[in-house]
């Protein structure tokens, strides 16, 4: 089985990868996508003050 | 003469570093002609692969966005430093971990819990979480390890150059290319794209006594354009910041959050507003005084929103 | 493996004009005090920054004491 992998995949704001397996006819057996980042905003915008959230998730995207 | 070879990266990031740097515009253009650019993911289609395969120094500078949050934010910066004759950290989440560093405040078992479990967007019945490798019938799938603490690009590799904001403003960077591009490189370690003096200082705001009785929030009153924030009862970090952003949020009646970071000399921005808060509250006595300061709302996550990774405390416990 | 008592390490920052002067009185008048407190002298205890307890907390020390 043959593998391509496109990382990190380009011209998008974040990060991605994906992982191609080729089966011996060459044919797509199966593909993957992949997201290696987590900051976890889920979590430390918990205890900031309301008026300051939207400051603060303006960093989850500067695209 | 050769042209320039100019890397950009983002560990953790948001990308808003380099639409701060695309927002040169035309200018763009400009660089061009005295750069190729190497590596780019967000504007160029190159790989982590190609970067391998560049010789050791074959980059002249690496533009490095964005904190080291995992296992790959730290391998491609100490790749790009072995490829990198020059290496900046760029943007506040570079130098100090910026807004991702907040994450310093919770643990990573708690971040895991909300993102992957908790969330109300989130439906995972069986709770699973990212693993590093996960085999798969084709073979093994990998997955960064996410670290325990945030961490500045200092902490992982050495770095030349330091460029502060959140983002840097699109004309301190055109000016830094322009330092680059005529090869006049200043001192290793210095902080560039800045003043080396407060905000405070070149605020045109009426300053007089420094004298507060009660902090507020900004959307509790409505202030004097004309008369200094921090005067009128807003934790404006103008004493502890550096200039050099143009005075963008004082002039758009936002109190400085403290982007640029601390000036030279002061390690702890956090512990410098303390300092500087310390002076200008006006209490008759200590009873007061806990009054006054604790009307200020989440205090360590103002004083500590672009730089907790990087600051004495490093983390919440 | 014995139990070893707790020594705390504290970090002293004593103003020159009361309280390290009566840290020095104190020597030279042979009081003895406990070795954990290292002194640091400043001139005010006014000049004491946050930046310096913090330092000392994150450096291992186990109490901050500003006198003066
Ligand atoms: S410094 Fe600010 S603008 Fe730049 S990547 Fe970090 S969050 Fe985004
Ligand atoms: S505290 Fe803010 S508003 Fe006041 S002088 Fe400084 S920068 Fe200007
Ligand atoms: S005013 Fe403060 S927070 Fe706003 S851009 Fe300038 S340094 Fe950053």
Same mark, same amino acid.
């Given at each position: 089985m043959q593998r391509i992998s496109?990382?990190?995949?380009? +011209?998008?704001?974040g990060h991605g990868k994906i992982e191609i397996f080729l089966n011996d006819a060459g044919g797509v057996e199966n593909c993957y996508f992949q997201i290696?980042?987590? +900051?976890g905003f889920e979590k430390f915008c918990e205890g900031r003050p309301a008026d300051q959230v939207p400051q603060i998730v303006s960093r989850i995207c500067g695209v | 003469m050769s042209k320039l070879k100019l890397a950009s990266y983002w560990a953790a990031a948001c990308g808003g570093c380099d639409v701060a740097t695309l927002d040169i515009h035309e200018k763009i253009v400009d660089v061009a002609a005295v750069a190729d650019i190497v590596f780019w993911p967000i504007a160029v289609d190159f790989k982590y692969a190609d970067v391998e395969g560049y010789e050791d120094g074959f980059i002249d500078v690496c533009l490095f966005h964005g904190a080291i949050r995992n296992s790959e934010g730290e391998h491609i910066a100490k790749l790009l430093r072995k490829k990198s004759k020059v290496m900046v950290a760029f943007g506040s989440c570079a130098i100090s971990g910026g807004i991702p560093g907040l994450a310093n405040f919770k643990q990573k078992d708690d971040i895991f819990y909300r993102v992957y479990i908790e969330s109300q967007s989130t439906q995972n019945p069986q709770k699973v979480y990212p693993q590093t490798h996960y085999a798969v019938p084709e073979g093994v799938l990998d997955l960064p390890e996410f670290y325990k603490d945030v961490k500045s690009l200092s902490d992982v590799v050495d770095v030349d150059y330091y460029m502060p904001g959140c983002p840097p403003t699109s004309a301190q960077i055109w000016a830094v290319i322009g330092v680059i591009a005529s090869g006049a490189l200043p001192p290793k370690g210095a902080f560039v794209g800045c003043e080396n003096q407060t905000l405070c200082n070149t605020c045109t705001r009426a300053k007089t006594d420094k004298k507060v009785k009660k902090f507020y929030q900004p959307y509790q009153i409505i202030t004097d354009p004309e008369k200094c924030l921090l005067e009128q009862g807003l934790t404006c970090m103008g004493p502890v910041t550096r200039a050099g952003c143009s005075n963008q949020c004082i002039s758009a009646n936002h109190p400085c959050t403290g982007c640029y970071g601390p000036v030279e000399g002061v390690i702890d921005q956090g512990a410098k507003y303390i300092s500087a808060l310390a002076s200008v509250v006006d209490a008759d006595s200590p009873d007061e005084a806990d009054r006054i300061i604790s009307e200020i709302a989440d205090p360590a996550g103002l004083f500590y929103r672009y730089g907790l990774p990087g600051s004495l405390l490093r983390r919440a416990k | 493996m014995a139990k070893t008592k707790f020594e705390p390490k504290i970090i002293g920052f004593l103003c020159n004009w009361c309280s390290y002067g009566g840290a020095d009185l104190a020597g030279v008048s042979r009081l003895q005090y406990p070795p954990n407190v290292r002194i640091i002298r400043l001139m005010c205890s006014g000049r004491v920054d946050p930046q310096f307890v913090f330092k000392a907390l994150s450096d291992g020390a186990d109490g901050v004491l500003v006198a003066g």
């Open positions: 496109i990382d990190p995949i380009t +011209r998008l704001e290696p980042e987590l +900051r | - | -």
